[in-house]
């Protein structure tokens, strides 16, 4: 077994998933350089001190095929993986949450740059991220990370807020003082937002 922490690192995975030809697929947040069997792996040496998404592949025999990892715009970037499903035809669905964020050379999108946005991404087998889909809040306080695939592949997630929810295309206003909003949401295989349905709330007085 491999240690895949080392010195002044923190790797914290949230997830696993294993496909049918028995790649296993892991995904968490880390601070510094992830070590696997003695090679350390962070897309930018200088992003130390935050905490940042990792999203890596291991083939059946435990040996590293590729590494992923969000990378740091600002000393106050934060970003997680929290859940991962396969698809079927081997792609893999990510959620989690970042803010300030950036992926191989290029910012994640921004609907709600003062709060943290929650997210689905898909990614193909070799890694290649496809699409990612955000929603945002004023404070960043959705609190589920959860989500499920139907036979499809359209995506189910369940949000609670006690905000405004921000997509790419539209702002869910939800005037509630004291009042936290679950919603459902459904994603077709690209992302795409087929609805979103207000399901219950909860009173914060009680």
């Known amino acids: 077994a491999d240690d895949l922490n080392g010195p002044n690192q923190y790797i914290r995975p949230r997830d696993m998933v294993i496909d049918g030809n028995g790649d296993i697929y892991l995904t968490g947040e880390m601070i510094g350089s992830m070590n696997i069997e003695g090679t350390k792996y962070n897309t930018d040496p200088t992003d130390i001190e935050n905490e ?6 291991f083939d059946s025999d435990g040996d590293l095929v590729w590494f992923r990892q969000f990378n740091s715009q600002n000393e106050f970037s934060t970003s997680f993986g929290s859940r991962l499903e396969l698809a079927n035809n081997g792609d893999v669905f990510v959620s989690g949450s970042y803010q300030g964020a950036a992926y191989q050379g290029s910012n994640l999108p921004e609907i709600r740059p003062e709060g943290k946005e929650k997210f689905i991404a898909r990614f193909n087998g070799s890694g290649d991220l496809l ?6 809040s004023r404070l960043g306080d959705q609190k589920s990370y959860d989500f499920g695939l139907d036979t499809q592949d359209n995506v189910y997630t369940l949000l609670t807020v006690s905000s405004n929810i921000y997509f790419a295309d539209t702002t869910i206003l939800f005037p509630y003082e004291f009042e936290s909003p679950h919603l459902l949401v459904k994603l077709d295989g690209n992302g795409n937002r087929l609805f979103l349905k207000e399901t219950a709330y909860i009173n914060a007085n009680g």
Request: hydrophobic share 65%; proline share 8%; aromatic share 24%.
């Open 52 to 57: 940042m998404l990792f999203f890596v592949k």
């Open 131 to 136: 699409w990612i889909t955000p929603m945002g």
